[in-house]
Each structure stands twice: as C-alpha cells, then as structure tokens.
C-alpha cells in the first residue's frame, strides 16, 4: 500500500538539526592606546646625531689641550709657538664651524642662531609633570633647542631635554675664558685673535684652564643627553 504522505524537503528535514544556540555578538573593545615608537625613534637618532657632534667637538678640544700644554713648555721657542698658535687658531674655526654647521633633517642644534625660535620653557610644552632636567654644571650655558618627545599614548605624556650652544662664545665663556689678547699684553706676547692664546709659556698655561672649561662643558651636555635617552627609551617599552 502506498502511502500519500509528502516525503520531506532537505530544507525541511535539515531544519531541526540547523538549529542551534543563538548567535551572540559581544561588544566592540575600545581601541588600543598604543605609542606612536616611529617618532621616539626618530628623536633618538636626533639625540645620537648631537651626540655624534659633541664627539666631533671633544676631540678637537683635546687636540687644543695638547697642544697649550706643549706651548707651556719652556723649552718652546717663539716660532715653535707661532706654529702652534696657528694649528689653535685653525681648530678654533673648527669648533665654529662645527657649532653652526652640525644639523639632523635641517635642524641646527648646537648654534645659539636657533634659541629665540626652538628653546621653550617646561611650562610651554603641554606635559606633565612641567619640568625639563638641567645637570647643575649646564645651569648658566645657553640653551639653543628643545627637544620634546611625546613618549606616551596620551595627552601631555611627553619628555623634554634642552640641547647646548657650542659657538666658541659659550664653549669659552667666564671668568676662565676671558679673551687671550689680555694675558698676552700683560706678559709682553703678541695678541691673538681667538679665546685661546698659546704664544707665551704663561698664555699657553691660563689656556689649559680655559679648554678644561670648554671640554667639561660638552662632556657634562653629552652625558646629559645619555641619560634622557636611556629615559625616552625605558619610556616607550
């Protein structure tokens, strides 16, 4: 006997078997905060870039010094310390040309030419805490640019460190770097044109103290700027 029952759709007999739990949708997560490392990067390859400057700086300073300590010698004749007086005057211009020249992307930042524009105060730079650490030795040198870095995800989360002039004006201001023409008259030698006189004995022994000045100078900026790099960097882990 044939039955007149319908056989079953396969949608219908496939229906029940479908049929499940109900799907649920969660809602969105917030968008991760994250740090923005391409531009921390790029300011510690600034700060690697006036690193590399100041090295610049340091050795021909050391070169000055050898040379003052030779020309303070007495066994030194006046045209060995002509000729000497003329290497000085040539790393001198050294020193100049190295402080307006030296730049990262176009950015010259060992020129005081650069303060009016590019120092700011800690208060100007939207970060908190409003404060730019300054070594005790770099309280009274001129500032010529202020490196902030946004080293966090949100608002005011930044760092900041002040680079250093290194014209010869600043490299060789104060009491120890008064100008060389002065020493020189008073002891009978010819004048110079620059901070650093080598022509006398006398001249050649108060320029060591000048150069000292100037190295500690560049040295306590450089370690200055390793330790804020070693801070950006534990920043932006």
């Known amino acids: 006997m044939t039955s007149n029952t319908p056989e079953p759709t396969t ?3 496939n229906a029940g078997r479908q ?3 109900a799907r649920v949708t969660l809602p969105a997560t917030p968008q991760e905060k994250t740090v923005d490392v391409r531009s921390a990067t790029h300011a510690l390859d600034f700060i690697k870039t ?3 400057h100041l090295n610049e700086l340091t050795n021909v300073l050391q070169r000055m010094r050898v040379l003052s300590i030779q020309s303070a010698n007495g066994t030194y004749s006046e045209k060995d310390r002509s000729a000497i007086q003329i290497e000085i005057d040539q790393l001198t211009d050294e020193i100049a040309r190295i402080a307006d020249q030296a730049d990262f992307t176009k950015m010259r930042m060992l020129t005081d030419a650069s303060a009016e524009t590019n120092v700011k ?3 100007e730079l939207g970060m908190t805490p409003a404060k730019i650490n300054t070594p ?4 009274n040198a001129q500032a010529s640019w202020t490196l902030r870095v946004h080293a966090r995800a949100n608002t005011n989360e930044a760092l900041a ?3 250093y002039a ?3 004006q600043h490299l060789f201001a104060g009491e120890a770097a008064a100008p060389a023409d002065q020493g020189a008259g008073a002891q009978g030698g010819a004048a110079v044109a620059g901070p650093v006189n080598v022509m006398t004995a006398i001249d050649a022994n ?3 103290a000048k150069i000292d000045v100037a190295i500690k100078t560049v040295t306590d900026q450089r370690s200055n700027l390793g330790a804020f790099s070693n801070r950006l960097e534990s920043a932006i882990r």
């Open 166 to 168: 290194a014209n010869i």
């Open 161 to 163: 460190v002040n680079i």
């Open 50 to 52: 006036t690193e590399g």
């Open 121 to 123: 105060a800690a208060d």
């Open 11 to 13: 949608e219908t007999a």
């Open 136 to 139: 005790a030795s770099l309280a």
């Open 19 to 21: 049929r499940g739990p």
């Open 206 to 208: 108060s320029s060591i």
